[in-house]
C-alpha cells in the first residue's frame, strides 16, 4: 500500500476494457487508505501481472506521482528509482534528484486508442501484452495522450 505524506487529490478516469468495448469511470480521490483492485461492472477485466496478480491502476498512479521524475536528460533504464535500478553511467549527477511528477498518464490492454482512419483500417486489433515499465516524457517532447488512465497532481499543476 503507498503512504501519502499529504492529501493528494487526483481526477482519474479509468478505463475497463472487455471484449464489449470500454467503460469509462470518473472519481475523485481525496485520501488512500486501501483501493481493491476490483472493477465496478461485471464485464469489464481487471488487468494481471505476469505473475497472474491484479493490476492495482490507482495505486500505481499514486506511486508515479509521489515518485520523482527525469524530465531533463533521460535514462536508459527507464525508472531510476524503481528497487533495484540506478541511474546509468553518464547521467549527470545534479540531475538526479529529479522534479515533481505532475501526470501520470498510464495506457491498457484490449482495444487501442487509435484515431478514426487507423480503426477503421484495424478493426480487429488487439494488445494483450501487460509492459512493466514507466518512463518519464522528456522536457518539451510532444506526444499523444488521452484522458482515460490518467492521474494528476491538482496542486502541483495550479488554478486551472
Known sequence: M??????????????????????LIGCWVQRLL???????LADA???KD????DINALQQHIKNLLTPSTPHFFNTLY????EGADFVHG??????????????????????????PTQLVKPLERNTRFVDAVMTIPTGT??????MN???????IGPV
Open 2 to 23: 503507498v503512504t501519502l505524506q499529504r492529501p493528494l487529490e487526483f481526477l482519474m478516469a479509468l478505463t475497463m476494457s472487455s471484449i464489449t468495448g470500454t467503460t
Open 34 to 40: 486501501a483501493f481493491p483492485s476490483r472493477t465496478l
Open 45 to 47: 477485466l481487471v488487468a
Open 50 to 53: 505476469p505473475y497472474g496478480n
Open 79 to 82: 525508472d531510476p528509482y524503481r
Open 91 to 116: 547521467y549527470p549527477f545534479s540531475l538526479r534528484e529529479g522534479a515533481p511528477t505532475v501526470v501520470s498518464h498510464g495506457l491498457w490492454l484490449n482495444i487501442p486508442d487509435y484515431d478514426a
Open 142 to 147: 510532444l506526444f499523444p495522450m488521452c484522458g
Open 150 to 156: 490518467l492521474a494528476f497532481d491538482r496542486e502541483l
